[in-house]
C-alpha cells in the first residue's frame, strides 16, 4: 500500500510539474548580479576598421567597407566570392581591394543567405565572362518577395535601424558592421542564382578549391554555410557574428525560428573548425576558442528561448517577460554576446509572438482603446492637454525620456498640440538613443528623432534608382501580387469591375477582378471582359514600377486595349505604384 500512495504521489506530482501549475516564474530565481562587459559601442567601432585580412594562403576577408565582409577564396585559375555586399558601390570598393591580392578573375559566387547586404553588390565582381552563382534553392523567392512586396516598408524601416540617412557622424556604427552603404542614390546589382541545392548540404570543386554548403536555417529560412576542408575553416554566414544575435530585427522580419538557430550551430560544431569567418564582425581563430563562442552563442539562445517559454505557461504577458528573462552571468560577460545589435527584450517579445500571436493574454488588452480616443483619455486624467504637455516636459527633465515619449506620443494625436508634440518626442527619442546599447535601437532612435524635428524625411524609395535590369528580372507573378496589395479600396469598395492583362512574350494572362475592396488576381486561359490590354512583362512591369506610363506605351507601340481607353486609365488608377 505504502509503495502504491508513493506512486500515485510521483504521478501526481509529475502532473502538476507538466502542466506549470503551482509553478511561480522568476527568471532571476538565482538574483544574478549584471554581469556585462564593460565594452562600449563606441569601442565595438574598432574592429570594423577597414581592411581586407589575410587568413591564410589563398584566404582573405574584407572588413568594413560596408555592413556585411566580403569573403575572398583564391583557386588554381579563379577566385570565389562568398558574399558581395549591399550595393554596386560597396562591392566596386571591395572588388578593387581584391584584386591587389590576386588578378585571377571571379569563377563562382555565393550567397549565404537572402539579405540585401550579401547580394546588390554582386555585379561589381563579373569580370570577362558571368560567373556561377551558388544559393540555397529557397533564397530567389526570398529575394523577390522583399524586393517586389515589402519593399517600402522594408526600406523606411531599415533607414531608421542602419541609420543610413543621418549624417554621417551621428552613425556610431551598425552593431554588426561600420554602416550600411544603401540610400535613395546607391545602385542595386543583383545576380541571380544559377546553381542551387534544396537538400542538406551539396559540395563543389571550383577552380581546384573543394567547398561544401550545408543549409542552416537561422537568422533566415534560408541561411547556408561554407565548409572549407583545406582550411578547416568555416563561414557560417549570418548565424554567428560578435553580438546578441537578432532574433528578431526591429526593421520588421517574420519570425526567425530560434530553436532552428541554436541547431544550425551544433551543427556548424560538428566540423570542429579551427577558422571562424562571419560575414559580419571579425575572424576566430583556434578550435577551442571557436568552440567556446559557438556554444556560449547557441546557449544564449536557447536560454532565452526555453526561459521566455517557461513564463509563457506561467501565464505571463511579453511587459512581465521581458523583465525577468535575463541571461546568466556566463553568457552576459561574453564579449560575443554583447546586445550591440540584436537584444534579449526584443528577442521575447518575438518568441511570444512567434508562438501566441499578438494577445498577450490579459482581457484588457483584446480592444484597447485606440489612436485619438486614447489620446483624449490620457489628456482627461491629466487634467487637459496643457497638462499632459507639462507631463510629458517634467518626465524628460526628470531623466525618464521613456515615459516621456510615451505622454509625448498621446499629446500628438491632439488637435493644436502636434508642433509642442513634434519637439518632445524629438527630444525623448535622442535621450534615449544616449542610454541605448544597442546601435539598431540607437539608430532607430535618433532617425525619428531627426523625423520628428523636420531634419529629415524618408519618404517611399525612389523607384527610378532600380535599374531595369532589376525590375525586368523579377517574375510576373511577384507583380501582380504587389497590385493587389497596392489597390487603394476606398474606390472599389461598392463596385465590381474587371480586366485581362495578357503577355505576348509569355503567352499568360491574368485576370483583374475589383470587388468588395479587394483585387482578385489569378491567371486565366479563357476570358470575356470588357477591358483588354496586351503588352510585354517588361513594358508591364516599368508601367506598375512607375518608371513609364500608359500614355508613353501607347504611343511607343508597346501596349494596345481592347475597350474604352479612359476606363482602362480608370481602371489603374484604383493602384498604387509597387
Not at 420 to 433: I, V
Amino acid at each position: 500500500m505504502v509503495n502504491k500512495v508513493h506512486s500515485c504521489a510521483l504521478v501526481a506530482l509529475s502532473l502538476v510539474l507538466l502542466s506549470g501549475a503551482g509553478c511561480r516564474f522568476q527568471s532571476s530565481d538565482a538574483q544574478w548580479d549584471a554581469a556585462k562587459s564593460e565594452t562600449t559601442l563606441a569601442q565595438h567601432t574598432e574592429i570594423f576598421k577597414q581592411r581586407v585580412e589575410k587568413v591564410a594562403d589563398g584566404l582573405y576577408i574584407a572588413i568594413g567597407f560596408g555592413l556585411a565582409n566580403s569573403i575572398l577564396i583564391e583557386g588554381d585559375d579563379g577566385v570565389i566570392i562568398v558574399d558581395t555586399m549591399e550595393s554596386m558601390e560597396a562591392g566596386e570598393a571591395v572588388r578593387a581591394a581584391f584584386r591587389k591580392v590576386t588578378p585571377k578573375p571571379v569563377k563562382a559566387i555565393v550567397y549565404t543567405h537572402n539579405h540585401a547586404d550579401h547580394i546588390f553588390g554582386a555585379e561589381a565582381f563579373v569580370d570577362d565572362s558571368p560567373p556561377m552563382v551558388l544559393a540555397h534553392a529557397t533564397t530567389e523567392a526570398y529575394i523577390d518577395k522583399i524586393i517586389n512586396i515589402m519593399r517600402p516598408i522594408i526600406f523606411t524601416r531599415s533607414m531608421r535601424q542602419f541609420g543610413s540617412l543621418m549624417p554621417q557622424d551621428a552613425v556610431e556604427n551598425c552593431g554588426i558592421g561600420p554602416e550600411l552603404l544603401v540610400d535613395r542614390d546607391t545602385k542595386p546589382g543583383l545576380l541571380r542564382p544559377t546553381e542551387t541545392f534544396d537538400g542538406d548540404r551539396k559540395r563543389f570543386v571550383i577552380s581546384g578549391v573543394e567547398i561544401e554548403l550545408v543549409f542552416a536555417p537561422g537568422e533566415t529560412p534560408d541561411q547556408i554555410f561554407v565548409w572549407l576542408p583545406k582550411y578547416k575553416a568555416l563561414l557560417p554566414g549570418d548565424n554567428f557574428y560578435r553580438s546578441f544575435p537578432n532574433l528578431y530585427a526591429i526593421r520588421g522580419t517574420s519570425y526567425r525560428d530560434v530553436m532552428d538557430w541554436a541547431r544550425s550551430i551544433d551543427k556548424m560544431r560538428t566540423y570542429e573548425p579551427e577558422l571562424l569567418l562571419p560575414s559580419h564582425t571579425n575572424v576566430l581563430r583556434g578550435k577551442d576558442q571557436i568552440e567556446t563562442a559557438l556554444r556560449n552563442y547557441r546557449d544564449a539562445i536557447q536560454f532565452v528561448h526555453d526561459q521566455t517559454i517557461r513564463g509563457i505557461n506561467a501565464g505571463l504577458t511579453p511587459d512581465q517577460l521581458v523583465e525577468r528573462v535575463v541571461l546568466p552571468p556566463v553568457l552576459a560577460a561574453d564579449e560575443n554576446l554583447q546586445e550591440f545589435y540584436g537584444t534579449v527584450e526584443w528577442s521575447v517579445r518575438s518568441i511570444f509572438t512567434g508562438y501566441l500571436g499578438w494577445f498577450s493574454g490579459d482581457a484588457a488588452d483584446l480592444s484597447p482603446l485606440t489612436g485619438k480616443t486614447r489620446s483624449q483619455a490620457f489628456a482627461k486624467l491629466a487634467g487637459g492637454a496643457s497638462e499632459l504637455a507639462e507631463a510629458a516636459r517634467s518626465a524628460l527633465n526628470e531623466g525618464d525620456a521613456a515615459w516621456a515619449v510615451e505622454l509625448a506620443r498621446e499629446l500628438s494625436r491632439l488637435d493644436g498640440h502636434e508642433k509642442e508634440a513634434a519637439d518632445l518626442l524629438s527630444k525623448g527619442f535622442k535621450a534615449l538613443a544616449e542610454t541605448s546599447r544597442s546601435a539598431n535601437g540607437r539608430n532607430y532612435y535618433l532617425t525619428q528623432s531627426m523625423e520628428w524635428a523636420g531634419e529629415l524625411e524618408i519618404g517611399k524609395q525612389n523607384v527610378d534608382a532600380a535599374p531595369a535590369q532589376l525590375i525586368d528580372s523579377l517574375p510576373i507573378e511577384m507583380f501582380m501580387s504587389a497590385m493587389a496589395v497596392n489597390l487603394k479600396p476606398e474606390y472599389v469598395s461598392s463596385v465590381s469591375k474587371s480586366m485581362v492583362v495578357s503577355f505576348k512574350d509569355l503567352n499568360r494572362s491574368f485576370l483583374i477582378e475589383l470587388r468588395h475592396g479587394l483585387a482578385d488576381i489569378r491567371e486565366v486561359k479563357v476570358f470575356d471582359t470588357p477591358l483588354q490590354i496586351e503588352t510585354t512583362s517588361s513594358s508591364w512591369k516599368h508601367l506598375l514600377a512607375g518608371r513609364t506610363s500608359l500614355p508613353e506605351l501607347l504611343v511607343r507601340g508597346e501596349l494596345s486595349i481592347a475597350g474604352d481607353r479612359i476606363d482602362v486609365a480608370a481602371f489603374l488608377l484604383h493602384f498604387e505604384p509597387t
